[in-house]
């Protein structure tokens, strides 16, 4: 088992989940056998196969593959909602999977929120009513909860909606109360499963610029699953890109796309439409070497120039790309083959949008 990381707020060791399983599933997984090999020798299912991630305090980590890769899984083996068949979930400096039902529970209320993709609201409480209801589980006392309730709807931009009822939301607006009851809780940790994906592609993005937002105000670390790359790209500080239950690449964004570290994770990349969010300063080098290197003879540009901009600079230059900030300070480099395959991986994508 590999080390944990001390600063991480939440640290995944060797996790396994393998549903109805006696244990035979288990340790054909453990000896490497293929998913649907172990289903049809045992009959069980194996949803998580040696999970190891280290998330830091205030990122927003997201989890992407294909419906049935185990993102759900993964996501309710943090807090127990599903067992774990082997290995830990550290958080902070608790083991989540060592506690008892007391403890666990304490967890759950203090330290971590789920928001869910359908967003779960009771029909017959209003907006303030629902969002205080997980307090009132955990034993807030009615004023508290109402301030909570308020400010947290206050903070997803529906202050004015506290006595309405859900059924006059529309689904962008029941989502943003799901949200608003998850913040309420005051966790650290917000655990969100697709929460965005029953909306539509409007109201989806404005609600990913609000999270954005949300998460400079908040500082909160948060899991977000999703299986869209489009939006895994653009919220996310680093991506784990999993299948068949394994975690096949885990990095940041832009090196999700620019270096998919398998034809899987390629032609999953492939699959988008990168024009705006290919820009200078996501591509460059700006370690100390690349800047110390000779620079006299090359091309400069902006920081936020997008591949469109970059690609002509690419075809004039013989040296690597000076990128400039807005003082016209150096602060970093691009190498030639770094752009290049940048355009690969852009060409590709308007080939697919073309077709
Ligand atoms: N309770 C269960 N019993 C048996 N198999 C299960 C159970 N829950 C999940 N699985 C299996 O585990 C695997 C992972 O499922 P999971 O729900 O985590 O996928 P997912 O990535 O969240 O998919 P989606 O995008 O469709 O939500 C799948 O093969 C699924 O069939
Ligand atoms: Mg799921």
Not at 192 to 214: K, T
């Amino acid at each position: 088992m590999q080390r944990r990381d001390q600063e991480a707020a939440l640290s995944i060791r060797g996790l396994y989940k393998v549903f109805a399983d006696d244990g035979a599933g288990l340790e054909l997984a453990l000896q490497g056998r293929a998913k649907d090999e172990i289903q049809e020798e045992t009959g069980a299912v194996v949803g998580l196969r040696d999970i190891n991630i280290d998330i830091r305090r205030g990122e927003l980590f997201v989890v992407m593959g294909l419906s049935g890769c185990g993102k759900s899984t993964l996501v309710r083996c943090i807090n127990r909602l599903i067992e774990p068949s082997l290995g830990e979930v550290w958080l902070g400096g608790r083991e989540v999977t060592a506690m008892g039902e007391d403890e666990l529970r304490e967890v759950r209320r203090r330290d971590m929120a789920m928001v869910f993709q359908h967003f779960g609201l009771m029909p017959h409480r209003n907006v303030l009513d629902n969002i205080g209801f997980p307090l009132e589980v955990g034993g807030v006392e009615k004023r508290e909860r109402r301030r909570r309730a308020v400010e947290a709807l206050e903070l997803v931009g529906l202050g004015e909606w506290g006595g309405a009822m859900p059924s006059q939301l529309s689904g962008g607006m029941k989502q943003r109360v799901g949200l608003a009851r998850a913040l309420a809780l005051d966790t650290p940790l917000m655990l969100m499963d697709e929460p965005f994906s029953a909306l539509d592609p409007v109201i989806r993005r404005d609600l990913q610029d609000e999270l954005l937002q949300l998460q400079q105000e908040v500082q909160k670390t948060i899991v977000f699953i999703t299986h869209d790359l489009n939006e895994a790209v653009r919220v996310g500080d680093r991506i784990a890109i999993m299948r068949d239950g394994t975690v096949v690449q885990e990095d940041a964004p832009n090196e999700v796309v620019l270096n998919p570290r398998d034809d899987f994770v390629r032609e999953f990349t492939q699959d988008v439409r990168l024009h705006g969010m290919i820009t200078a300063a996501s591509i460059m080098d700006s370690s100390p070497q690349a800047l110390a290197g000779p620079m006299s003879a090359s091309e400069s540009v902006p920081e936020d120039a997008v591949l469109d901009d970059l690609v002509p600079a690419g075809l004039r230059a013989t040296h690597p790309l000076r990128v400039l900030d807005e003082g016209g300070q150096v602060v970093g480099v691009i190498p030639l083959e770094r752009l290049a395959r940048a355009m690969a991986s852009d060409e590709a994508a308007a080939a697919v949008a073309r077709n």
